[in-house]
């Protein structure tokens, strides 16, 4: 995994002092595993593929697209020249298909800047994201957690991080917003990384 960035040493320090049950997580599952990514419109275009379907599933389409697209990946000009039979022909559906073309679109078209879009802050970035048709809160705070590690998102839409907090704190149901991000304040300012072990509570 290499060295551990110092934002993350942090961020465990703090959780540890802060939250006796995500300690207890930290120390089944480890150090957290976060990094940023780079291709920006790859790690979108694949949160649009994978809605609504397993990760086995979108792991096989992304890949057979990938191939149709060739040695220059996953891209807004490689999506462009392809023909949408070409795109429909990797499993993709005609809905993800659109969402696509208007990612790839507004991206070449300068309606979405992806290449200054780390220097905004989170919620310009979320002004700027659900401008494309299928990219919506949680997909953005995805993006912001998993590509640029930004490091006080707490998606409360994300089902997984609230089955954490239900298993992790005792509930019998999936708690309400208010007591979830309640819990969450304790993590502040690394709510993402507390969601990350809750995350990693699941197995």
């Not at 809605?51 to 891209?75: F, N, Y």
């Amino acid at each position: 995994m290499g060295d551990i960035p110092t934002w993350l040493i942090e961020a465990e320090k703090h959780l540890r002092k802060a939250d006796p049950i995500i300690t207890a997580v930290i120390d089944r599952a480890g150090p957290c595993s976060l990094r940023p990514r780079e291709h920006h419109f790859a790690t979108l275009a694949g949160s649009i593929i994978s809605q609504q379907i397993s990760v086995k599933a979108a792991d096989a389409i992304e890949g057979r697209l990938l191939t149709t697209l060739g040695s220059g990946g996953m891209t807004a000009e490689g999506i462009a020249a392809l023909s949408d039979e070409s795109i429909r022909a990797a499993g993709i559906s005609p809905q993800k298909l659109r969402y696509l073309r208007d990612l790839s679109g507004k991206v070449l078209d300068g309606t979405v800047h992806l290449a200054q879009i780390s220097q905004l802050p989170d919620e310009g970035i979320i002004k700027e994201l659900i401008k494309v048709k299928g990219i919506g809160l949680w997909t953005v705070q995805m993006f912001l957690i998993f590509s640029l590690n930004r490091t006080d998102v707490f998606p409360y839409d994300d089902l997984g991080v609230r089955n954490g907090i239900r298993t992790l704190y005792g509930f019998k149901s999936i708690p309400a917003r208010r007591t979830a991000e309640r819990i969450a304040a304790k993590w502040a300012p690394y709510r993402s990384v507390g969601s990350w072990y809750c995350w990693r509570a699941l197995g």
